[in-house]
């Protein structure tokens, strides 16, 4: 596979910052403010630095991550919508050198796609999921999600959502971490540069982890979603750190002894 070459600053100034070479030279196609694409960049940073573009294979099933294969230059194989995990222990029982990734949203990975996402991390599987939970089906409308917050309003929870009739919000992440077959849980966001250099750590360790054979890291990222919000990026910022992060608290969850 041949890498590609970041284009030189036409300004002729020295360069501080570039676009890693194992993103496309593509646009994306995520909303102005969306989090997905910063996900997007800090992976392949990773994937760059660590020299392993040739031995990375990403899954990403149905949803907002549906187009990841068009801009990550990486193997990547697209998944049946919420079945992101069982491909990915496939691809690694089958590959077990190669460093293996699912990439979800919370829609995918936490409702249709419960099942597989804690039998995944039940049996160990030594593959990393990335976890991008915006609280909402942000492809598909803006629907009510099992993360989606109580009073949050939805398409499909135009009031707010309610106990009574939805339950509580699934804290899949933590439900997760109690697993023994997983080995390294991390809760980020990436509205911050703080936030973003955060992530970017949690994602090396668990490659790191992988090429130990330690058993299932799970990354989850809380994210925004400024159209399904119907706010500004800088409004929905400022209300997920607000609202979401009293419920869904950056940090490390479960961390090797």
Not at 57 to 85: K, T, W
Not at 226 to 238: F, I
Request: charged fraction near 20%; charge should be neutral; glycine fraction near 10%.
């Amino acid at each position: 596979m041949e890498r590609q070459m970041v284009r030189p600053d036409p300004s002729g100034l020295p360069s501080v910052y570039e676009r890693p070479g194992t993103l496309t030279d593509t646009p994306f196609h995520y909303c102005p403010g969306c989090g997905h694409g910063v996900v997007h960049r800090v992976l392949m940073e990773v994937v760059d630095e660590l020299g392993i573009q040739e031995e990375t294979v990403g899954v990403a099933p149905v949803g907002c991550s549906v187009f990841a294969y068009n801009y990550l230059d990486i193997d990547m194989q697209e998944a049946a919508h919420g079945r992101a995990s069982a491909v990915a222990t496939a691809v690694k029982r089958m590959l077990p050198g190669k460093y293996v990734f699912s990439y979800q949203g919370d829609g995918d990975l936490a409702a249709i796609g419960t099942a597989e996402t804690i039998h995944t991390a039940n049996r160990g599987e030594n593959i990393l999921v990335l976890f991008i939970n915006n609280a909402i089906y942000g492809m598909t409308g803006g629907q009510m999600a099992p993360t989606t917050l109580l009073g949050m309003k939805t398409t499909t929870s135009p009031a707010g959502r309610t106990v009574e009739t939805a339950g509580f919000p699934l804290k899949i992440t933590e439900m997760l971490a109690m697993l023994p077959g997983v080995y390294y849980v991390s809760r980020n966001s990436v509205h911050t540069p703080g936030a973003v250099r955060h992530l970017k750590k949690a994602i090396l360790k668990s490659f790191q982890y992988q090429k130990e054979n330690r058993g299932t890291c799970f990354i989850e990222v809380v994210s925004n979603c400024p159209s399904g919000w119907k706010m500004t990026p800088l409004e929905a910022n400022k209300w997920m750190e607000e609202h979401m992060f009293p419920l869904y608290p950056p940090g490390e969850i479960k961390v090797p002894k």
